[in-house]
């Protein structure tokens, strides 16, 4: 069983930064494949970066450029740095880890992330 706690959420201004780590409380860390989501109120949850367990990555449009996901084995924790953050950017976000073939799916609970003036 693979437990993720995030943390690093909070209320930042516009143009602003926050990073958000992930940690996972496995040793196989490093097999892992890892995700940020996030869900804005009323909307349905958006996968915004991805980075597999050899440190490719991947990003969704709105976030390409702002925000930079990252991964470090010795510390089993993956991070999100966010930048230039806009109002738009409020939203839970959640991440998520992938293990195996079939792809055995794991969530944390969530870190709440408010851009506001």
């Known amino acids: 069983q693979v437990q993720l706690a995030e943390s690093g959420g909070g209320l930042v201004q516009p143009g602003g930064s926050l990073r958000l780590s992930c940690a996972a409380s496995?040793?196989?860390?490093?097999?892992?494949?890892m995700a940020w989501y996030r869900q804005a109120p009323g909307k349905q949850r958006e996968l915004v970066a991805t980075?597999?367990?050899?440190?490719?990555?991947n990003y969704a449009d709105s976030v390409k450029g702002r925000f930079t996901i990252s991964r470090d084995n010795a510390k089993s924790t993956a991070y999100f740095q966010m930048t230039s953050l806009q109002p738009e950017d409020t939203a839970v976000y959640c991440c998520?880890?992938?293990?195996?073939?079939?792809?055995?799916?794991?969530w944390g609970q969530g870190t709440q992330v408010t851009v506001s003036s």
């Open positions: 496995v040793g196989i860390f490093r097999f892992l494949d």
């Open positions: 998520n880890a992938k293990l195996g073939a079939p792809a055995r799916v794991y």
């Open positions: 980075i597999t367990n050899s440190g490719s990555t």
